[in-house]
């Protein structure tokens, strides 16, 4: 039953995928934010599916399997799709609780006494994580970890705050209180936060931002250079103005 209820979650988001993949929808559509662009959860697109089977394979463009569950929305903006999740937690110990009563399946981990989504009762691992997926065929483009401490609350984990973006930048809060901004490149604003300790008072070097991101320290030094260029622009856009 634990793997019926993770294939569930995950039609949810391979959905959304393929939605903005058919023909008949509006590519220049967005979904920049939970309930979409009009904050309603309604969308002008026609002729959009209704029905989704993994195991028939209907309506599913791709599929892509996350690290472990999560409560967030997807948003997508042009051929990206973000999303936030835990890492990997304990297969062992993720199976529902046997038993009934108020309390739930999850009920002695989370606060509140309830179960996680679908009777999993393991939030996931400690860290926290974005990913930025291909809206073309599900591949993973890149993720950053946003913060750790995640746990179970009530039904969710500390991943179920949507992400939001406006085009240029993507947002991620997550249930332990972080925020977290980046490019669509994943790579700008973190590497501003990680070079000059913006977040715990602890500047990293180039070497140490690179493996990290899993970048060459030349490539972290240039995306500094880019990033102090346009904070002095917009230090002299804002003096010409005043």
């Known amino acids: 039953m634990r793997a019926q209820r993770f294939c569930l979650s995950l039609v949810v988001f391979v959905s959304l995928g393929s939605l903005w993949d058919l023909p008949a929808a509006r590519a220049s559509e967005n979904w920049p934010q939970w309930r979409g662009p009009n904050g309603n959860g309604t969308s002008d697109s026609t002729k959009l599916p209704t029905e989704w089977s993994l195991t028939k394979n209907k309506n599913i463009v791709w599929k892509a399997q996350l690290p472990w569950w999560s409560g967030g929305t997807p948003v997508i903006w042009g051929d990206r799709v973000f999303v936030t999740s835990p890492t990997k937690g304990n297969l062992a110990s993720s199976a529902p609780a046997q038993g009934s009563g108020d309390k739930g399946p999850g009920g002695p981990k989370g606060k509140g006494g309830k179960g ?14 974005l990913l930025c997926l291909s809206k073309k065929d599900g591949s993973l483009l890149w993720q950053r970890e946003l913060d750790t401490g995640n ?14 973006t406006d085009g240029k930048h993507v947002w991620a809060v997550t249930g ?7 490019d669509l490149d ?6 501003v936060r990680l070079r000059f300790g913006l977040e ?19 490539r972290v030094r ?14 002299k856009l804002r003096s010409h103005l005043n």
């Not at 996680?116 to 994580?129: A, Q, R």
């Not at 746990?151 to 939001?164: I, T, W």
């Not at 994943?186 to 590497?191: H, L, P």
């Not at 500094?224 to 622009?233: G, I, P, Q, V």
């Open 116 to 129: 996680g989504y679908g009777g999993n009762s393991d939030p996931g691992g400690e860290t926290l994580l």
């Open 186 to 191: 994943g790579k700008e604003r973190e590497v």
């Open 151 to 164: 746990r179970l609350y009530r039904k969710q984990n500390c991943s179920s705050p949507s992400p939001v």
């Open 222 to 235: 240039q995306i500094e250079s880019r990033a102090k260029e346009k904070l002095r622009r917009s230090a």
């Open 176 to 182: 332990t209180g972080a925020v977290a901004a980046f």
């Open 200 to 218: 715990d008072d602890e500047p990293r070097t180039l070497q140490e931002i690179g493996d990290r991101l899993h970048l060459s320290r030349e």
